[in-house]
């Protein structure tokens, strides 16, 4: 029975000591919230925010935009409160003093000194806070000078620097270099960046400054060697020099096959694709120093230089006495390695490369950068050319006048009859004008009265011409096979079965025939076609007929205006064939021979009938040998 009191007593008094703790925790909860809302040193109001009378006279840059903030406040702890900037590299300036943090006693702002109504957030713009380029830059920029940076004074609030000739700065943002002419002021500004001042509008926000030399425009070509001395090594195809900018700059270009340009001996290369384009140019560009005594790259001055490549076009004689009176020259084209390494000088005629100095055929090839022909090597200023058939002297006729094609290959009208004329009054028709594999003129068709040939005409040097001549008004019958292109591009294409002229007693009829399975005939590019059937009988023949043009200048469709200029036979195979009958019964098979029956091959373009030994095909009425029909 005691024990169970006790146990009740005990029970009594643990509920009592619980009760007692949860009202202290009230009360200190309680006493907290008082101490948020009304404590003398945690109910401070909001500061006012003024520059004028707070902001230090020289080494700080005042703002009133940036934010003053105070420190957090909860009812778990018993901080006063305090002021602070927000901004990094920001302190509170009172009195034109810089005081740090402020505190809250009293319901008043406070400086370790004095209370306070007002402030503003100062940052450092003094020596040493705004960035410099390192020595390394200048030595990559010789025509830059560093800045040289004045503490504040008197008359400059923060650090500050002036460029008497110029300068380039760098925006924070990474963004294009800016340049500023003449002189250029400069300050640093709280924000840890320059602030271009003057003359002109201001600039803000930008990293680096740096000044520019005034005497880096005097340099000139000479203050650097061009040497030839080592392999492929040859003159530059160019050296500019570029005054535009704030100092001079010479640019070297180098051209050809890993085109590359030696710089101070062995000191270094600049080869083709530094630039990251891979085009047979190697390209140099030096700037002029500080002193206008030397070109500067890398920080190192550039005294020679030597441009090489593998191999270097050969130039062109296009002055040559023969290309002026003998034939017709152009310029060979260089070919890029083969391979097996070689490059070529070639033209488009596999004969017509010349050596200049004696007019003899050549074919030269090169590797590393030297020229050879049959294995002996030539010097790379040898000059050559490509020939052709000589210049052909024209005449209009009626404004019509003969087209001469590219390096003189062949000499057309595009209306009208081609005509030359020659010597005293000679004149004859040609069916075709061109130039031969020897480079000289040939005509086919055409009377040249004594001489035998154009060649031989030519050779007694009597003088020619070519001409188109108009047929007449009403000229219906002189029009030629010459007007209609005829070409084989597509699918099937081939030769034209037929092609006649008949000359009417009014105008020129021309028949073109197109024999094959699904025989057909394309006009003017797509423009019409003609297939087999159209003449009311399917036996794989297109027939499209023409007729000349009043003029004689144009084949036109016989039934409809509209002018034929080119022209395309095409099938899909050869004519439709049934195999021809067997005959055992022939005299011939009962008496002389055994025949047996020929194979009929359809298959094939054109269509065979064919024995199993070459030459065993007879026909019936005759007993010679036929390879095949």
């Known amino acids: 029975m005691r024990y169970i009191l006790a146990l009740l007593f005990g029970a009594s008094i643990s509920h009592a000591y619980t009760n007692c703790r949860s009202n202290l925790h009230e009360e200190l909860e309680r006493e907290r919230r008082e101490d948020l809302e009304a404590h003398e040193c945690r109910a401070c109001g909001q500061i006012d925010v003024w520059e004028d009378g707070n902001c230090p006279e020289m080494g700080y840059e005042c703002d009133e935009t940036l934010a003053i903030t105070t420190r957090v406040l909860s009812a778990n702890?018993?901080?006063?409160?305090?002021?602070r900037c927000r901004a990094t590299h920001a302190f509170i300036a009172v009195n034109g003093q810089?005081?740090?943090?402020?505190?809250?006693?009293?319901?008043?702002?406070?400086?370790?000194?004095?209370?306070?109504?007002s402030a503003v957030c100062a940052r450092s713009c003094g020596l040493n806070v705004c960035p410099l380029q390192p020595a390394r830059y200048f030595l990559e920029?010789?025509?830059?000078?560093?800045?040289?940076?004045?503490?504040?004074?008197?008359?400059?609030?923060?650090?500050?620097a002036e460029c008497q000739n110029g300068a380039v700065a760098k925006p924070i943002d990474d963004s294009s270099d800016v340049t500023f002419q003449g002189l250029a002021r400069f300050a640093c500004s709280g924000g840890r960046s320059w602030t271009y001042t003057g003359p002109e509008a201001e600039v803000r926000n930008l990293k680096f400054v740096v000044c520019l030399s005034n005497s880096c425009q005097s340099c000139t070509k000479e203050l650097i060697t061009i040497t030839t001395t080592g392999q492929g090594a040859h003159n530059f195809d160019s050296a500019v020099l570029d005054s535009s900018g704030t100092c001079a700059i010479l640019k070297f270009t180098c051209k050809g096959p890993n085109a590359n340009i030696e710089v101070n001996g062995d000191s270094g290369v600049i080869s083709d694709g530094d630039d990251g384009a891979v085009d047979g140019v190697a390209s140099l560009s030096v700037e002029c120093n500080s002193n206008g005594t030397g070109w500067m790259k890398g920080g190192a001055i550039v005294t020679q230089v030597e441009c090489a490549s593998e191999c270097r076009t050969l130039p062109f004689a296009d002055s040559n006495a023969v290309c002026t009176?003998?034939?017709?020259?152009?310029?060979?084209?260089?070919?890029?390695?083969?391979?097996?390494?070689?490059?070529?000088?070639?033209?488009?005629?596999?004969?017509?490369?010349?050596?200049?100095?004696?007019?003899?055929?050549i074919a030269p090839t090169c590797k590393g950068g030297v020229w050879q022909v049959d294995r002996d090597s030539i010097d790379s200023s040898t000059k050559v050319m490509c020939i052709t058939c000589p210049s052909v002297d024209t005449v209009p006729d009626d404004g019509v006048e003969p087209t001469v094609s590219e390096h003189n290959k062949e000499v057309t009208c595009k209306s009208g009859k081609l005509t030359?004329?020659?010597?005293?009054?000679?004149?004859?028709?040609?069916?075709?004008?061109?130039?031969?594999?020897?480079?000289?003129?040939?005509?086919?068709?055409?009377?040249?009265?004594?001489?035998?040939?154009?060649?031989?005409l030519v050779n007694q040097g009597v003088s020619w011409k070519a001409r188109c001549i108009k047929p007449t008004q009403g000229g219906c019958n002189s029009c030629t096979k010459e007007l209609i292109t005829i070409t084989k591009n597509e699918p099937g294409a081939h030769d034209l079965d037929g092609d006649v002229i008949e000359t009417m007693v009014s105008c020129s009829f021309r028949t073109l025939t197109c024999k094959g399975t699904n025989a057909n005939i394309e006009f003017n590019k797509g423009g019409g076609v003609v297939t087999d059937g159209e003449d009311g009988a399917v036996d794989g023949v297109a027939k499209l007929v023409l007729i000349c043009s009043d003029d004689g200048t144009?084949?036109?469709?016989?039934?409809?205006?509209?002018?034929?200029?080119?022209?395309?036979?095409?099938?899909t195979g050869g004519l439709t064939c049934q195999a021809l009958p067997f005959d055992d019964s022939n005299v011939v098979c009962g008496s002389k021979y055994k025949c047996y029956e020929p194979e009929f091959k359809n298959d094939e373009v054109p269509a065979k009938m064919d024995c199993k030994d070459p030459g065993a095909l007879r026909t019936r009425n005759r007993t010679n040998v036929q390879k095949h029909l």
């Open 420 to 456: 030359i004329e020659f010597g005293d009054g000679g004149k004859t028709p040609v069916t075709s004008l061109k130039c031969s594999t020897d480079f000289v003129w040939t005509a086919t068709g055409g009377n040249f009265g004594p001489f035998k040939s154009l060649e031989e």
């Open 325 to 361: 009176s003998i034939y017709h020259c152009y310029e060979p084209n260089f070919v890029d390695g083969d391979d097996e390494g070689w490059t070529k000088m070639v033209c488009v005629d596999p004969n017509a490369l010349r050596r200049e100095e004696d007019n003899t055929e």
């Open 98 to 117: 810089i005081s740090g943090k402020l505190h809250c006693k009293d319901r008043k702002w406070w400086t370790p000194y004095h209370e306070t109504e």
């Open 77 to 83: 702890d018993c901080n006063c409160a305090q002021l």
């Open 554 to 571: 144009t084949w036109k469709l016989a039934n409809y205006d509209i002018p034929v200029s080119q022209i395309e036979c095409a099938s």
């Open 141 to 160: 920029h010789p025509s830059h000078r560093p800045l040289v940076v004045a503490p504040p004074d008197a008359g400059h609030k923060c650090a500050w």
